[in-house]
């Protein structure tokens, strides 16, 4: 009943617990050979049919040991002891509490000991055994998913595969027809077969998917050889036909008319023709063509493929006066048809085609696309360059009216012939670009600015030779004060602004022969400068100019005379070149290098003249220090107030403040009388001070006493700072500084002002080199 599938589990466990007895026998008989018999355990093949009916529990089987003892307990241990299989411990009988299921499990490992009730001690070595779940067939096929997708290209010959759908059965599939899976199609079985192996094919040929673009069946798996043949699984399959190129396009009208304008630009859009093609967009390849017409060549058919369409383009323009309509029958194909499986209709379709060409107003047309003119520089600017024409394309043949556009240099006259309004130079320009624009006149004679055409007008200016040659580059040869005769110098050529020919030739020579240089013409538009005598003397002469004469042989023939400057060099022995000052002061300047010069002299001179104006401003502020000791009778001078915390060095002036008062006298009046220096000055009453006491009476002895005292300073005596501040970052205050300022203010009227004004006048008039003295 069970078959081979219990074979193997029962093979495996009796290779364990052979293994187990034998190394337990192994070590009883080692430990007690003489005592102890061997011992071993004994149960019976354990197995259990799944999904048993019946009451719970259910015997699964034994397991029993040899060895006698009444205290003896069996346990088991592993999968499901103790939950899913118990046993009963003094008997050994293992038995299922639950309905087992082998798809979930179908072996089971447990553990069974045997040890003392009293002492839990094993009485003997644990042994592994297992417990099989043998399977029944339960269990219908279920497919893996529920909607399977399929395609096949339509017109598909009979058989043709589709796809395949898969469903499993969970029973053993060891046991002969437990897990067998049998298809059949329940829905749709008039278009599409199954076979037993899950494909599914077309039972029909030629499917058209212009009539049905997609199938829906549906799939039944059964058990196998009807075994639980009611309980089986469904699937949906959605089959679609892929499109092949099987139908022919077909023109929606017998004929087209289209209007069009005669003015269209070429590649503009006349019109399209449509047509119908019922399959689907990537299989529409549309061809049109001309089957019957004149004048084919002017119009083509541009396929769409996007839309399948026919775009009428024009190839040549269109004259409503010449040709007024068109008329052609076109033909549509599709070359790329599957003729093997199209049943339609023919494989092309034929329409009318009719073109219409509207008159329009139409700008002026000139005779040709474009004007080329040669004129001769400065020519006569009264005669025309080239005359332009252009006419009305219409029947009205309307009068034309030109202009150029952008150009000051030409203009044209009413019948479109163009002058120069100044003669025109070819080493200025040697090309003249110009657009003419035609317009037509209506009848009131005005212009009609949309009807205007342009064309380019090319006028090349012919070369005369009017323009002397000259040096090809500004040439800096040196030569050897001790060169021999024959030394080549310099090799020059040159240029002529007139247009350069092969066939213009230049010719060299010198003004006079009695230099000591000669030129040698090599007949290729270069000469050769050489040395005729040698030994130059370089003390009395430096620097050689030789004129030279170019001439070409242009009609009239023009030369120029220009100048070679030829530095006289020191050379060693061998002719190496060891000292050339000249050829370096002859070096030409370019501008920048001028400008740079001008700004550094520039500079230079600024700064000498800080320096002048900061020398004489120092020797103001000495000579004010050197005559100290004589300012000092009529001055106050602050020798360095402001420095920093530097005590200051001043007078006390505050006895200034009042006019001296009479009648008061101090100590210092018993001194011996001298003249006063200064004029005294006579108080105001009423200005004093006033008040009483010790206080008032000793501001009154000092007020009086300042008064005679020759020796100080007068109250109005003026107060000049010398250089206030020379260690303060304010530095100075004083208005000495003044006098060497810019002012424009002429201070000399002091010397007439008295010896009181003296200083001042030294200080602010003119400078003087000599010492400040009274």
């Not at 290779?15 to 003489?34: I, K, P, R, T």
């Not at 040709?368 to 043949?397: H, R």
Request: proline letters at 5%.
């Amino acid at each position: 009943m069970w078959g081979c599938s219990c074979f193997i589990p029962l093979l495996f466990l009796t290779l364990v617990l052979a293994c187990v007895h034998g190394d337990f026998s192994v070590s009883a008989s080692h430990h007690n050979a003489h005592k102890r018999m061997k011992r071993e355990w004994v149960w019976n093949t354990m197995h259990i049919s799944e999904e048993l009916n019946g009451t719970l529990p259910h015997h699964v089987g034994k397991i029993k040991s040899t060895i006698q003892n009444p205290n003896a307990m069996y346990v088991i241990e592993g999968e499901g002891a103790g939950t899913l299989f118990r046993v009963d411990d003094r008997t050994g009988d293992v038995a299922a509490n639950e309905r087992l299921d082998r798809e979930k499990k179908a072996i089971y490992q447990l553990k069974a000991l045997i040890i003392d009730r009293n002492s839990k001690k094993p009485l003997e070595p644990p042994s592994m055994f297992y417990i099989t779940v043998h399977d029944v067939n339960d269990n219908a096929p279920v497919f893996e998913q529920k909607v399977f997708n399929g395609s096949v290209a339509e017109m598909s010959p009979l058989g043709t595969s589709v796809t395949t759908v898969t469903a499993v059965d969970a029973d053993d599939p060891t046991l002969h027809g437990y897990a067998d899976v049998f298809y059949e199609v329940i829905q749709g079985k008039d278009y599409f077969k199954i076979d037993d192996t899950g494909k599914i094919i077309t039972a029909v040929p030629d499917l058209d998917r212009e009539q049905t673009p997609s199938y829906t069946i549906v799939v039944k798996a059964k058990d196998g050889k009807g075994l639980h043949s009611e309980e089986s699984g469904t699937a949906t399959v959605h089959i679609k036909l892929i499109d092949i190129n099987d139908n022919f396009p077909t023109f929606r009208q017998e004929q087209f008319t289209f209007e069009v304008p005669e003015n269209i630009r070429l590649g503009g859009k006349v019109g399209s023709l449509e047509v119908v093609d019922i399959d689907e967009p990537q299989n529409r390849n549309t061809k049109y063509s001309f089957v019957q017409g004149s004048y084919q060549d002017t119009f083509e058919i541009e396929s769409k493929p996007e839309t399948n369409e026919g775009i009428i383009r024009p190839k040549k323009p269109l004259d409503f006066e010449s040709i007024a309509i068109y008329r052609f029958v076109v033909e549509a194909t599709d070359a790329n048809i599957n003729y093997a499986y199209s049943r339609k209709k023919g494989a092309k379709s034929i329409t009318s085609l009719t073109i219409k060409v509207t008159d329009v107003d139409e700008p002026p047309i000139f005779a040709q696309p474009s004007y080329t003119f040669q004129v001769t520089e400065e020519g006569d600017i009264k005669k025309p360059i080239g005359c332009v024409s252009a006419k009305d394309p219409d029947k009205a043949k309307r009068e034309i009216r030109y202009r150029i556009l952008r150009s000051s240099d030409f203009e044209i006259s009413t019948t479109g012939c163009i002058f120069a309004r100044r003669p025109l130079d070819r080493e200025e320009n040697a090309w003249h670009n110009i657009t003419v624009a035609a317009n037509e006149v209506d009848q009131n004679k005005m212009v009609v600015p949309k009807l205007e055409t342009h064309v380019p007008v090319y006028i090349k200016v012919n070369d005369i030779n009017d323009n002397a040659p000259e040096f090809a580059h500004p040439y800096n040869p040196q030569v050897c004060e001790n060169a021999a005769p024959g030394k080549v110098i310099i090799r020059i050529s040159a240029v002529d602004k007139d247009e350069m020919s092969p066939s213009v030739k230049f010719t060299f020579s010198l003004v006079s022969e009695e230099s000591n240089f000669t030129l040698i013409d090599n007949h290729d538009n270069t000469a050769n400068v050489t040395v005729k005598y040698g030994q130059f003397n370089r003390e009395l002469v430096k620097v050689h100019y030789l004129p030279i004469i170019i001439s070409d042989n242009g009609s009239p023939p023009k030369s120029s005379t220009n100048s070679l400057s030829i530095q006289v060099c020191k050379c060693d022995e061998d002719g190496t070149f060891t000292f050339c000052e000249e050829a370096h002061k002859q070096v030409g300047v370019t501008i920048p290098a001028l400008v740079v010069i001008f700004i550094c002299i520039l500079t230079i001179i600024v700064i000498m003249l800080l320096i002048a104006w900061r020398k004489r401003h120092r020797k103001d502020l000495n000579v004010l220090k050197k005559n100290v000791e004589e300012i000092h009778e009529q001055l106050v001078a602050y020798d360095e107030e402001g420095g920093g915390e530097m005590d200051t060095n001043s007078y006390d002036v505050s006895v200034l403040n009042r006019a001296q008062q009479r009648g008061l006298t101090s100590p210092r009046m018993a001194m011996e009388a001298r003249p006063c220096a200064y004029p005294q000055v006579q108080k105001v009453p009423g200005n004093g001070f006033s008040g009483t006491g010790e206080m008032g009476i000793m501001i009154e002895m000092k007020k009086d006493e300042a008064d005679n005292d020759g020796d100080l300073l007068p109250y109005d005596t003026l107060h000049i700072y010398g250089y206030e501040g020379a260690e303060s970052i304010a530095e100075s205050l004083s208005s000495l500084g003044s006098g060497s300022s810019d002012s424009e203010v002429d201070y000399d009227f002091l010397n007439d002002w008295g010896p009181r004004f003296k200083m001042l006048a030294e200080l602010y008039g003119l400078e003087s080199d000599e010492d400040l003295s009274y």
